[in-house]
């Protein structure tokens, strides 16, 4: 008789948890967006989604430095690291004087779309670069897989994720560097690196500051929305293995769909709410390469997310933030370098 008291008295406990539970479960599901589910098994393109770039390994190592040049303010040398056993080459800047005691705030420099047989390592993006060195940070701008020397074909930023992996295992590399604050690594990007930088933040929320000059394609449904009017884009050739895999995604995945299971983990706004650094926005209005609307739209997601960010609107410039605007917008990204690294 006690037996069955104790039988059902545990029974009705049981029951009253589970009841518990659930409730908790609807109330958290409800108020709290989540992250997509993660599918238990590989499938194909799986490495092109957050939980795959969240769950791989990023190490490397960084190559001899190679003296480039130099002034009052720092040193420029040419260098390399491994990513997917490919050599990635790139820039590297280091300030002139005593390291401090736990080393120099450090910013990856990820560049924008220009047709990769005429990148060059020395040549573009130089007066961004030199900006940010003057200031005191290490700058290390990288040369994406297929651009100028870096080994690897240039797989392209919105339906590939070799660009973020490139730019993590630099992050890696960085990690592990005796002249650097390993706590203060940031990340900037101009234009297609805006998908990147904030793919790669997906990937590791940790990431304490990056800053996006023009960006495009966050949601992928701004792709749909507003387009890309690039006249210096060059598609891949149709023999490419980048356009054979960009057919086979489309065969099996379709175009982007926000209520397809495989594209919110592609989707890196789907993760906003994961972030724990800072971001900052900065677009001029007569951009006619990436609409601004890209970048207003994003701000409201990350207001929504409760993500530390801000956006900085510049009435001319075009897509380069030439000018004034080049200027003013270089001066508060290393304003906002300063406040969050």
């Given amino acids: 008789m006690h037996l069955v008291k104790k039988y059902s008295i545990e029974l009705i406990l049981f029951f009253i948890g589970l009841i518990v539970l659930g409730f908790i479960f609807f109330k ?32 490397s190592s960084l190559g001899d430095l190679k003296y480039l040049s130099e002034n009052q303010a720092y040193t420029s040398y040419l260098t390399s690291y491994d990513s997917d056993s490919l050599q990635i080459f790139g820039l590297l ?32 993006y130089s007066s961004y670069v030199d900006y940010l060195a003057r200031n005191g940070f290490v700058v290390f701008k990288i040369d994406l897989r297929g651009h100028d020397n870096s080994q690897g074909e240039a797989g392209g930023a919105y339906y590939s994720a070799d660009y973020i992996i490139d730019t993590l295992n630099a992050y890696a590399v960085l990690q592990n560097s005796d002249f650097v604050d390993s706590t ?11 998908n990147v930088i904030l793919r790669s933040l997906a990937a590791k929320p940790e990431i304490p500051a990056a800053v996006i000059w023009a960006g495009a394609v966050f949601s992928y449904s701004d792709m749909q929305k507003y387009g890309i009017n690039d006249g210096s884009y060059q598609p891949p050739p149709n023999n490419s293995n980048r356009q054979r895999k960009r057919s086979e995604l489309r065969n099996l995945y379709g175009d982007f769909d926000p209520e397809s299971p495989f594209w919110q983990q592609v989707t890196p706004v789907n993760y906003l709410n994961d972030l724990k650094g800072a971001l900052m926005l900065n677009h001029a209005i007569d951009d006619n390469v990436v609409n601004i609307g890209y970048s207003r739209d994003l701000i409201e997601l990350l207001n929504k997310a409760q993500v530390l960010s801000e956006l900085k609107e510049y009435p001319s410039g075009g897509h380069n933030l030439t000018g004034v605007s080049f200027t003013n917008a270089m001066q508060n990204t290393v304003e906002f370098f300063r406040s969050h690294l």
Wanted: charged residues 15%; hydrophobic residues 30%; without cysteine.
């Fill in 28 to 59: 958290t599901s409800k108020n709290s967006p989540v992250s997509p589910d993660v599918s238990p098994t590989p499938f194909p393109f799986a490495e092109m989604t957050i939980p795959y770039l969240r769950n791989r390994t990023y190490q």
């Fill in 93 to 124: 800047t280091k300030p002139k004087g005593d390291v401090p005691k736990s080393g120099w705030p450090v910013i990856i420099f990820i560049h924008g779309y220009i047709p990769p047989a005429e990148y060059r390592t020395a040549v573009n």
């Fill in 184 to 194: 203060k690594i940031g990340l900037w990007g101009h234009s297609m690196a805006g």
